[in-house]
Protein backbone atom coordinates (compact mmCIF):
# COMPACT_ATOMS: atom_id res chain seq x y z
CA UNK A 1 0.00 0.00 0.00
CA UNK A 2 1.37 3.26 -1.23
CA UNK A 3 -1.75 5.48 -0.36
CA UNK A 4 -1.18 6.77 3.46
CA UNK A 5 -5.11 7.17 3.65
CA UNK A 6 -7.86 4.09 3.74
CA UNK A 7 -11.25 4.11 2.91
CA UNK A 8 -14.09 3.13 5.33
CA UNK A 9 -15.12 0.08 3.20
CA UNK A 10 -11.85 -1.08 3.76
CA UNK A 11 -11.74 -0.50 7.57
CA UNK A 12 -15.13 -2.07 7.65
CA UNK A 13 -13.55 -5.26 5.94
CA UNK A 14 -10.83 -5.87 8.55
CA UNK A 15 -12.50 -4.84 11.51
CA UNK A 16 -11.96 -8.35 13.73
CA UNK A 17 -8.81 -8.63 12.09
CA UNK A 18 -6.26 -9.33 15.36
CA UNK A 19 -3.26 -7.31 13.78
CA UNK A 20 -5.76 -4.17 13.60
CA UNK A 21 -5.37 -1.10 16.04
CA UNK A 22 -7.57 1.72 15.07
CA UNK A 23 -6.68 5.05 16.88
CA UNK A 24 -9.66 8.40 17.29
CA UNK A 25 -7.55 10.90 17.68
CA UNK A 26 -10.24 13.61 17.68
CA UNK A 27 -8.80 17.24 18.63
CA UNK A 28 -10.46 20.39 18.37
CA UNK A 29 -8.86 24.09 19.47
CA UNK A 30 -10.08 25.51 22.71
CA UNK A 31 -12.20 28.12 21.15
CA UNK A 32 -14.55 25.34 19.27
CA UNK A 33 -16.02 24.53 22.37
CA UNK A 34 -15.57 20.83 22.25
CA UNK A 35 -13.90 17.72 23.53
CA UNK A 36 -12.57 15.01 20.97
CA UNK A 37 -12.72 12.53 24.50
CA UNK A 38 -15.69 13.22 25.65
CA UNK A 39 -16.82 12.42 21.95
CA UNK A 40 -15.19 9.11 21.53
CA UNK A 41 -16.82 8.28 24.45
CA UNK A 42 -20.36 8.82 22.96
CA UNK A 43 -19.11 7.26 20.29
CA UNK A 44 -16.37 5.52 18.42
CA UNK A 45 -15.60 3.09 15.60
CA UNK A 46 -15.56 -0.63 17.52
CA UNK A 47 -12.07 -1.14 18.85
CA UNK A 48 -11.14 2.29 18.76
CA UNK A 49 -9.02 3.50 21.78
CA UNK A 50 -8.58 7.04 22.42
CA UNK A 51 -4.99 9.13 21.33
CA UNK A 52 -4.78 12.04 23.32
CA UNK A 53 -2.72 14.76 21.76
CA UNK A 54 -2.67 16.92 24.01
CA UNK A 55 -1.93 14.06 26.92
CA UNK A 56 0.79 11.75 24.97
CA UNK A 57 2.97 15.10 24.64
CA UNK A 58 6.18 17.12 26.33
CA UNK A 59 4.60 18.47 29.42
CA UNK A 60 7.98 20.30 30.49
CA UNK A 61 7.23 23.06 27.81
CA UNK A 62 4.57 25.53 27.23
CA UNK A 63 3.65 24.84 23.92
CA UNK A 64 0.84 22.79 23.21
CA UNK A 65 0.99 19.08 21.99
CA UNK A 66 4.92 18.93 21.67
CA UNK A 67 6.23 15.73 20.59
CA UNK A 68 7.39 13.53 24.03
CA UNK A 69 10.47 12.11 24.43
CA UNK A 70 10.81 8.62 22.44
CA UNK A 71 10.88 6.79 26.09
CA UNK A 72 7.83 8.60 27.08
CA UNK A 73 5.98 7.74 23.66
CA UNK A 74 6.79 4.49 23.88
CA UNK A 75 5.39 3.79 27.67
CA UNK A 76 2.11 5.50 26.16
CA UNK A 77 1.92 3.11 23.04
CA UNK A 78 2.06 0.58 25.24
CA UNK A 79 -0.67 1.45 27.34
CA UNK A 80 -2.63 1.60 24.40
CA UNK A 81 -1.88 -1.88 22.95
CA UNK A 82 0.02 -0.93 19.66
CA UNK A 83 2.87 -2.44 18.29
CA UNK A 84 5.13 -1.98 15.51
CA UNK A 85 3.77 -5.21 13.79
CA UNK A 86 0.00 -4.17 13.44
CA UNK A 87 -1.50 -2.09 10.88
CA UNK A 88 -2.57 1.00 12.56
CA UNK A 89 -5.86 3.39 11.29
CA UNK A 90 -5.93 6.66 12.73
CA UNK A 91 -9.00 9.18 12.49
CA UNK A 92 -10.82 11.58 13.99
CA UNK A 93 -14.06 13.36 14.02
CA UNK A 94 -13.31 16.26 11.75
CA UNK A 95 -12.92 14.46 8.73
CA UNK A 96 -9.07 14.85 8.44
CA UNK A 97 -7.29 17.30 10.72
CA UNK A 98 -5.81 15.84 14.15
CA UNK A 99 -5.56 12.25 12.59
CA UNK A 100 -3.03 13.71 10.12
CA UNK A 101 -0.78 14.47 14.03
CA UNK A 102 -1.00 10.98 15.04
CA UNK A 103 -0.20 9.25 12.26
CA UNK A 104 2.99 12.11 11.85
CA UNK A 105 4.03 11.43 15.49
CA UNK A 106 3.57 7.61 14.68
CA UNK A 107 5.88 7.50 12.01
CA UNK A 108 8.48 9.65 13.88
CA UNK A 109 8.53 7.10 16.75
CA UNK A 110 9.53 4.51 14.40
CA UNK A 111 5.41 3.12 13.40
CA UNK A 112 5.44 2.18 9.50
CA UNK A 113 2.51 0.89 9.33
CA UNK A 114 -0.01 3.63 9.65
CA UNK A 115 -2.73 5.10 7.60
CA UNK A 116 -5.36 8.11 8.16
CA UNK A 117 -9.19 6.95 7.30
CA UNK A 118 -10.59 9.31 4.53
CA UNK A 119 -13.30 11.38 6.02
CA UNK A 120 -13.10 10.29 9.31
CA UNK A 121 -16.00 9.53 12.06
CA UNK A 122 -17.55 11.84 9.50
CA UNK A 123 -18.10 10.25 6.27
CA UNK A 124 -18.24 6.53 8.99
CA UNK A 125 -21.46 7.99 10.29
CA UNK A 126 -22.65 9.44 6.92
CA UNK A 127 -22.34 5.97 5.80
CA UNK A 128 -24.08 4.33 8.88
CA UNK A 129 -22.23 1.90 9.88
CA UNK A 130 -21.35 0.60 13.40
CA UNK A 131 -20.62 2.54 16.60
CA UNK A 132 -19.64 1.70 20.16
CA UNK A 133 -19.76 3.64 23.20
CA UNK A 134 -17.32 4.30 26.28
CA UNK A 135 -14.16 3.37 27.02
CA UNK A 136 -12.31 0.70 25.06
CA UNK A 137 -9.35 -1.01 27.03
CA UNK A 138 -6.64 -2.67 25.11
CA UNK A 139 -4.38 -5.18 26.34
CA UNK A 140 -1.01 -3.43 27.12
CA UNK A 141 2.60 -3.84 25.17
CA UNK A 142 6.09 -3.50 25.55
CA UNK A 143 8.35 -1.37 23.17
CA UNK A 144 11.54 0.02 22.40
CA UNK A 145 11.76 3.55 21.52
CA UNK A 146 12.66 4.75 18.31
CA UNK A 147 13.00 8.57 17.09
CA UNK A 148 13.31 9.60 13.16
CA UNK A 149 14.69 12.53 13.11
CA UNK A 150 14.78 13.45 9.71
CA UNK A 151 10.41 14.07 9.77
CA UNK A 152 10.38 16.67 12.54
CA UNK A 153 12.17 20.71 12.21
CA UNK A 154 13.02 22.51 15.24
CA UNK A 155 12.97 26.52 15.94
CA UNK A 156 17.06 26.85 15.06
CA UNK A 157 16.81 24.43 12.39
CA UNK A 158 13.69 26.43 10.62
CA UNK A 159 15.50 29.61 11.41
CA UNK A 160 18.65 28.12 9.46
CA UNK A 161 16.00 27.67 6.49
CA UNK A 162 14.57 30.98 6.56
CA UNK A 163 18.15 32.28 5.33
CA UNK A 164 19.41 29.14 3.56
CA UNK A 165 16.34 28.18 1.60
CA UNK A 166 17.41 24.78 1.48
CA UNK A 167 13.97 23.05 2.18
CA UNK A 168 10.73 24.95 1.11
CA UNK A 169 8.93 25.96 4.11
CA UNK A 170 4.83 25.27 3.44
CA UNK A 171 2.56 26.88 5.95
CA UNK A 172 -1.13 25.29 6.09
CA UNK A 173 -3.14 28.09 8.21
CA UNK A 174 -5.70 29.91 6.24
CA UNK A 175 -4.84 32.91 3.75
CA UNK A 176 -5.75 35.46 6.28
CA UNK A 177 -3.37 34.57 9.09
CA UNK A 178 -0.86 33.58 6.67
CA UNK A 179 -1.06 37.45 4.73
CA UNK A 180 -1.39 38.84 8.43
CA UNK A 181 -4.46 40.56 8.04
CA UNK A 182 -6.27 38.76 11.16
CA UNK A 183 -5.10 38.38 14.69
CA UNK A 184 -3.93 34.90 15.49
CA UNK A 185 -6.48 32.56 17.34
CA UNK A 186 -3.89 32.26 20.27
CA UNK A 187 -2.98 35.53 22.39
CA UNK A 188 -0.06 37.40 22.25
CA UNK A 189 1.43 36.03 19.07
CA UNK A 190 2.18 38.22 16.47
CA UNK A 191 0.61 37.95 12.94
CA UNK A 192 2.52 37.21 9.61
CA UNK A 193 4.35 33.93 8.48
CA UNK A 194 8.34 33.21 7.81
CA UNK A 195 9.91 34.87 5.19
CA UNK A 196 9.87 32.75 1.92
CA UNK A 197 6.89 30.55 3.34
CA UNK A 198 4.36 29.32 0.54
CA UNK A 199 0.64 29.14 1.92
CA UNK A 200 -1.19 25.81 1.18
CA UNK A 201 -4.29 26.26 3.45
CA UNK A 202 -5.14 22.36 4.60
CA UNK A 203 -8.83 23.00 4.47
CA UNK A 204 -8.24 23.22 0.93
CA UNK A 205 -6.96 20.23 0.41
CA UNK A 206 -9.98 18.36 1.75
CA UNK A 207 -13.10 18.00 -0.31
CA UNK A 208 -16.36 19.26 1.97
CA UNK A 209 -17.49 15.71 3.20
CA UNK A 210 -13.98 15.90 4.97
CA UNK A 211 -12.00 13.51 2.63
CA UNK A 212 -8.64 14.37 1.20
CA UNK A 213 -8.57 15.16 -2.75
CA UNK A 214 -7.37 13.02 -5.09
CA UNK A 215 -3.53 13.11 -5.91
CA UNK A 216 -4.14 14.88 -8.83
CA UNK A 217 -5.84 17.95 -7.53
CA UNK A 218 -3.80 17.55 -4.54
CA UNK A 219 -0.36 18.29 -6.98
CA UNK A 220 -2.06 21.19 -9.19
CA UNK A 221 -2.49 23.34 -6.05
CA UNK A 222 0.82 22.64 -4.25
CA UNK A 223 2.30 23.43 -7.99
CA UNK A 224 -0.16 27.05 -8.25
CA UNK A 225 1.31 27.63 -4.78
CA UNK A 226 4.68 27.64 -6.26
CA UNK A 227 6.15 24.34 -4.73
CA UNK A 228 8.51 22.25 -6.06
CA UNK A 229 7.10 19.19 -5.73
CA UNK A 230 10.76 17.36 -6.15
CA UNK A 231 12.37 19.53 -3.36
CA UNK A 232 12.47 19.09 0.18
CA UNK A 233 9.32 20.52 1.85
CA UNK A 234 8.95 21.47 6.11
CA UNK A 235 5.27 21.94 6.95
CA UNK A 236 4.07 24.41 9.41
CA UNK A 237 0.60 25.85 11.21
CA UNK A 238 -0.45 27.10 14.12
CA UNK A 239 0.79 24.24 16.36
CA UNK A 240 1.42 21.47 14.23
CA UNK A 241 -1.47 19.65 13.63
CA UNK A 242 -2.78 20.86 10.03
CA UNK A 243 0.54 21.07 9.58
CA UNK A 244 0.83 17.32 9.43
CA UNK A 245 -2.40 17.23 6.64
CA UNK A 246 -0.25 18.78 4.46
CA UNK A 247 2.42 16.04 4.76
CA UNK A 248 -0.15 13.73 4.66
CA UNK A 249 -1.40 15.08 0.89
CA UNK A 250 2.49 15.44 0.00
CA UNK A 251 2.45 11.53 1.06
CA UNK A 252 -0.59 10.79 -0.80
CA UNK A 253 1.52 11.94 -4.06
CA UNK A 254 4.54 9.91 -2.88
CA UNK A 255 6.87 12.30 -1.23
CA UNK A 256 6.47 11.03 2.50
CA UNK A 257 9.95 12.40 3.49
CA UNK A 258 8.28 15.77 4.71
CA UNK A 259 8.73 17.26 7.51
CA UNK A 260 7.17 19.12 9.93
CA UNK A 261 8.04 22.13 12.30
CA UNK A 262 6.61 20.99 15.92
CA UNK A 263 6.17 24.29 17.43
CA UNK A 264 5.20 26.06 14.62
CA UNK A 265 3.78 29.67 14.53
CA UNK A 266 2.62 29.06 18.21
CA UNK A 267 6.21 29.04 19.21
CA UNK A 268 7.55 31.30 15.97
CA UNK A 269 4.82 33.99 16.45
CA UNK A 270 4.97 33.95 20.55
CA UNK A 271 9.31 35.33 20.06
CA UNK A 272 10.43 38.34 19.62
CA UNK A 273 13.51 37.64 17.58
CA UNK A 274 12.00 35.54 15.10
CA UNK A 275 11.53 37.41 11.46
CA UNK A 276 8.13 37.94 10.29
CA UNK A 277 6.99 38.50 6.95
CA UNK A 278 3.16 40.05 6.02
CA UNK A 279 1.31 40.06 2.78
CA UNK A 280 1.20 37.13 0.22
Same mark, same amino acid.
Given at each position: ?8 ? &? ?11 ? /???? @? @?????? +? ?5 ? /? ?6 ? !???? *??? *???? =? ?22 ? +? ?10 ? *? ?6 ? @? ?18 ? &? +? ?24 ? /? ?5 ? !? ?15 ? %? ?52 ? /???? *??? =? ?25 ? %?? @? =? ?14
Amino acid at each position: MTDPLVSTA &WLAERLERPDLRI /LDGS @W @WMPAEG +RSGHAEY /LEAHIPGA !VFFD *IDA *IADR =TVDLPHMLPTPEEFTAAAGRLGLS +RDATIVTYDTFG *IRAAARVW @WTLRVMGFTRVFVLDGGLRT &W +RAEGRRLEAGETIPSPTTLSPSFDAS /LVRTLNE !VRALVTSHAEQIVDARG %GPRFRGEVPEPRASLRSGHMPGARNVAFDGLLDADGRMKPAATLAAIFQGAGID /LDQP *IVT =TCGSGVTASVVALALARLGRDRAAVYD %GS @W =TEWGGLADTPVATGA
